[in-house]
């Protein structure tokens, strides 16, 4: 603040190489401690002279001028946008072009930055020609660059299907996938990340991904030790998933549905959250898919996620996946009211706490239309509230007339009292209901 | 005398004679009546004899006409009974082998359960065989850490005169960081070579080199719908041309109330008020030829119909006739 930016642009057109470079890495240094020193880095007008001589200076220069960008660009787009437009962009990939790895590490590292803010950005980085030198900078030994040109690559297709495809198109996703087994945990993250964010655009790129031969290898990547390679394993997955039903039958009949459960039940916390969603979208497409789900032992995971997490957003999605488990045929609803998950679900809905959208996933609407599973119904009688209690009583007035042993089931356990104690609206769905009901028995019972 | 009485005799004739005029006047009237009313009677008896006959012959042809009709439409009920029993036995054939194939669905679900089992039991391997390699790595790390340490204090070792640190003579044994120091090389100093980046030695350790190939035991019966053996039409062909989307005329699509209908229907209605009957005139003499004789129930023989009366009127015996011997 104190003038500095003043005195150190000078220095950046020393003679001395050194004196230029730490001139340079001390720019980067306080531009990437605080948003507001960069701005003041951009309108010191420091960008220009640094890219200017980029081309002809040794690689130290090239790595502190690539850290300054780096330290700019990432703090808010406009900052980014005044790179692109002071053309630091060509220079960055001229320096993706030279031979030292440190060089090209920072390069890479710089255009991830640029590229993540918006999608005009990475549209910018696309067109200065910076996607097939990054996928070539994939293929090189060093562990650490390989690390940032993926992340680089996430960053790019992640926006839009179009960059994604000009990804695909650099002939991406062969070397990403080859990169799947490698033991580095870093590395893992960023590859899967970048495949799943290649992959969830639309349903020809996922074909792409899926081709590649990633199953059943993606599958160990769910039994790493590291989380968050859990995490993004499960999230590559869930985008392959979620669009057509034949994607999910493919990732069922290679047995990814039993490693996403076996991940859910590993995890705490929101590392789960994308296998619960995964398990969702594929029981969501058909109710062959639901079954699996059901047989793969999936809904106790399900119903553990519910109780344990604290998180609203956790819960809501393992809500909406045990809705979409359940609602295809009363199989699957009676699968699911086994697992005694029903008050739960219940007493979710009618907490004040939850957040809106936690309770509108947890409507138990979808599983009850369906639920011929009298027991599990019973405990429910008590505490719903009208609008469930409609298609509550609904259910039992259906069941009821044609089944002796439920009726006295019925009788014995207080829910004939409970239901004489519902009042409703003469004419209404309920009233009508209860008059089915009250028909299956004989006077004095209901009396 | 005798003029007196001939002139009294003509006067009380004349006397009478009006009165007998018009006595003979009514009773030739009532007689001419009388005979006007047979004879009236006697049209209307005819009349009525015609008339019955031929309404009977309307009604007969109305009636087996009636009477066809509700034949056809018994046979039809019929037909329709028995299409929809072939139709059921064929449909729930169908959907339960192609459609929703319960023990394929089931054979199914048993092979993912298998198979999940096979996954997750390769994972688990998997996951034990990378937790030893850990292990190993961290062993392995310590021990050439240890190494270091050891050839780092070699000077350390024992000799004959003094026991060094690690051999105290009240141990009955030397320590084994003692033979750790008799083993090790001096350390020396001039050539530190820098762990070069490029050998990362997990690039060795089998998690890399062997994938877990997941092998399953037999590939999982198929799940797309198998269509059905015999020359079906395709489906999405029979569904295009159901549900082909009408392309009206001009004049169905615009609607009844406008008013070229209006004015089309009044002009109807009037034409139809003006005709005295409705059987249209077929001017050519070919109109009427396909209209087929419905011969009435007296006329049908017992083994069919009777063809004298219908197809020939007399008899004709060719073999007596002359003209061709």
């Known amino acids: 603040n104190s003038g500095v930016m003043s005195l150190l642009r000078p220095l950046l057109l020393d003679v001395i190489p050194t004196i230029q470079q730490t001139a340079a890495l001390a720019l980067g240094r306080l531009a990437n401690y605080n948003g507001d020193l960069a701005e003041a880095v951009v309108k010191g007008d420091i960008l220009p002279q640094l890219v200017c001589s980029l081309s002809e200076q040794n690689r130290f220069y090239k790595k502190a001028a690539a850290f300054v960008l780096r330290a700019v660009g990432k ?181 990814g549905v039993a490693a996403v459960i076996d991940c859910i039940g590993s995890c705490r916390g929101t590392v789960r959250l994308p296998g619960i969603m995964m398990l969702g979208y594929v029981a969501a497409h058909s109710e062959n898919l639901s079954m699996a789900v059901i047989v793969s032992k999936g809904i106790p995971p399900l119903c553990a996620c519910l109780i344990e997490e604290h998180e609203d957003h956790i819960k809501a999605a393992a809500a909406w996946a045990l809705g979409q488990v359940g609602r295809h045929t009363p199989a699957h609803a009676r699968a699911v009211a086994v697992a005694n998950v029903l008050p739960t679900l219940l007493a979710i ?28 119904l019973e405990p429910l009688l008590h505490d719903a509230p009208p609008n469930i209690m409609k298609h509550i009583v609904g259910q039992f007035s259906k069941m009821l007339p044609h089944d002796s042993k439920a009726r006295r089931l019925f009788v014995t356990t207080g829910g004939l009292k409970k239901v004489q104690e519902i009042k409703a609206e003469p004419g209404s769905l309920l009233q009508e209901y209860i008059n089915t009901i009250n028909n299956c028995y004989p006077e004095e019972v209901v009396r | 005398g005798l003029r007196e009485e001939y002139f009294r005799r003509n006067r009380a004739v004349d006397e009478d004679r009006k009165i007998e005029y018009k006595a003979a006047v009514k009773i030739q009237s009532w007689f001419r009546g009388c005979r006007v009313r047979a004879y009236l009677r006697y049209l209307n008896k005819m009349v009525i004899f ?134 090790s ?115 049908s023989g017992k083994y069919g119909q009777e063809t004298y009366g219908i197809k020939h009127f007399r008899e004709v015996q060719p073999k007596k006739w002359v003209a061709d011997k």
């Open chain 1, 75 to 255: 703090h808010s787009p406009q900052l980014a946008q005044a790179i692109v437009q002071c053309g630091a962009l060509e220079m960055l990939v001229i320096c993706l072009e030279d031979f030292d790895p440190g060089v090209k590490e920072a390069a890479s590292w710089a255009l991830g930055y640029i590229a993540r803010h918006n999608s005009e950005l990475s549209q910018a980085v696309v067109d200065a020609g910076a996607v097939p030198l990054l996928v070539l900078c994939i293929q090189e030994p060093e562990i650490a660059l390989k690390r940032i040109a993926a992340s680089t690559l996430s960053d790019i297709s992640k926006h839009s299907p179009e960059l994604a495809q000009t990804v695909v198109d650099a002939g991406a996703i062969a070397h990403l996938a080859q990169m799947i087994l490698n033991p580095d945990a870093k590395l893992k993250r960023q590859v899967l990340s970048a495949l799943s964010q290649i992959a969830k655009h639309s349903v020809d790129l996922a074909e792409l991904v899926v081709e590649a031969e990633i199953f059943p290898v993606v599958l160990t990547c769910l039994k790493d030790s590291d989380e968050y390679v859990k995490k993004n394993g499960a999230t590559l997955i869930r985008e392959i998933a979620k669009h057509t039903p034949e994607l999910s039958q493919f990732i069922v009949n290679a047995g």
């Open chain 1, 349 to 376: 809905y009618m907490d004040t706490r939850s957040s809106e959208d936690l309770q509108m996933k947890a409507t138990l609407k979808n599983i009850l239309q369906k639920c011929t599973y009298l027991p599990a």
């Open chain 2, 50 to 183: 015609i008339q019955k006959w031929w309404r009977g012959y309307r009604s007969r042809r109305y009636f087996s006409k009636l009477v066809e009709t509700a034949y056809f439409i018994m046979k039809m009920n019929f037909y329709n009974e028995m299409a929809v029993r072939i139709q059921k036995r064929w449909r729930g054939y169908y959907v339960r082998k192609y459609i929703h194939n319960y023990y394929a669905l089931k054979k199914y679900l048993e092979a993912i359960s298998v198979n999940n089992e096979i996954v997750r039991s390769e994972l688990q391997d998997y996951k034990e065989m990378k937790e030893n390699e850990e292990k190993r790595k961290y062993l392995e790390k310590k021990e050439k850490e240890e190494k270091y340490q050891a050839r780092k204090m070699h000077y350390l070792l024992s000799t004959e005169q003094i026991a060094g640190i690690y051999n105290s003579p009240f141990r009955k044994s030397p320590d084994p960081m003692e033979l750790l120091l008799r083993k």
């Open chain 2, 185 to 299: 090389k001096p350390l020396s100093h001039r050539q530190q070579q820098t762990k070069s980046p490029f050998d990362y030695e997990l690039y060795d350790w089998p998690t890399c080199k062997r994938p877990p190939t997941f092998s399953t035991a037999q590939p999982l019966p198929p799940t797309g719908r198998q269509k059905p053996q015999g020359p079906f039409r395709d489906t999405t062909e029979v569904l295009r041309q159901r549900y082909k989307p009408l392309e009206p005329t001009l004049r169905v699509a615009a609607s009844i109330n406008s008013p070229p209908e209006k004015a089309r229907e009044e002009m109807k209605r009037e034409e139809w008020r003006n005709h005295i009957h409705d059987n249209e005139f077929l001017p050519f003499s070919s109109y009427h030829k396909n209209q087929k004789y419905d011969p009435s129930i007296h006329r």
